[in-house]
């Protein structure tokens, strides 16, 4: 390279340092507050343009699914809720399709579940509204004493949504565990499904931490949920979610 290039480049690079390291101070600023209030008028071009969409939206959110002939709950009665066995149900009966091997699950707790559903129609909106977030269902293998500490979750949190199973409590503890149809045993392994919301320490769920196995199923709950509402109707069927004793206190 030539003395030249070199003596230009050595001047760039000057020039450069120099730029990097100018200093600038601010001499004057303008502040304005624009309060946005029913006052304002509405902007006729913003309305055109999305009011197509809008109007499509609305069309689809209001369509009626399905129905149900009891309202839907969240308020728990014990240690269940009509909302929460309707919910547990749904994602596990669309979750076996996939994986049939599923022994039982909980895919929402108590706090997942958003809204109530009144009696009579379903709408697409009652399921979004119900399950707003896009939360996937997953399937963990499970050693039996990460199990036990599920179900010990879900009695010190006075019962979850949980479908699949059934038990008694009595002194804070589970007892009489009923697993797809076969007495509990802790040095069994089962298939579990959940959300990978609960997976992941949500509600301050436990158990899943150390799984044998992990299966995404590739479904999300409210999918589950609206599949469910639609294959019913589709049989000329309506929800019929009750408080069936699945979790019971032993007094």
């Known amino acids: 390279m030539s003395t030249y290039f070199k003596n230009l480049i050595l001047a760039l690079a000057v020039l450069a340092l120099g730029a990097c390291s100018t200093k600038y101070t601010l001499v004057k600023t303008n502040r304005e507050e624009y309060n946005i209030n029913s006052k304002i008028a509405a902007d006729s071009s913003v309305i055109k343009s999305y009011l197509p969409y809008k109007t499509q939206l609305d069309a689809e959110m209001n369509q009626v699914i399905g129905y149900t002939e009891v309202a839907l709950s ?10 929460g066995n309707f919910f547990a149900d749904a994602a596990f009966k669309q979750a076996k399709k996939i994986n049939e091997n599923i022994d039982f699950g909980m895919p929402s707790t108590k706090g ?67 697993i797809n149809g076969k007495a509990f045993d802790v040095n069994q392994t089962y298939q579990v499904l959940t959300s990978d919301y609960i997976a992941s320490g949500g509600d301050d769920a436990v158990g899943f931490a150390k799984p044998i196995a992990k299966q995404v199923l590739g479904l999300k709950i409210r999918d589950a949920l609206l599949n469910e509402v639609k294959e019913l109707q589709a049989q000329g069927k309506k929800v019929k979610a009750t408080l069936d004793g699945r979790i019971t206190k032993n007094n």
């Open 74 to 83: 969240k308020q728990n009665v014990g240690y269940e809720s009509v909302l």
């Open 112 to 178: 997942g579940l958003r809204n109530d559903i009144a009696k009579g129609e379903i709408t697409v909106s009652n399921i979004f509204e119900l399950m707003p977030f896009e939360n996937q269902l997953i399937v963990f293998t499970l050693k039996g004493e990460d199990v036990l500490k599920l179900l010990n979750y879900i009695v010190a949190s006075e019962g979850q949504p949980v479908a699949g199973i059934k038990m008694e409590v009595k002194d804070k503890a589970p007892i009489n565990v009923i």
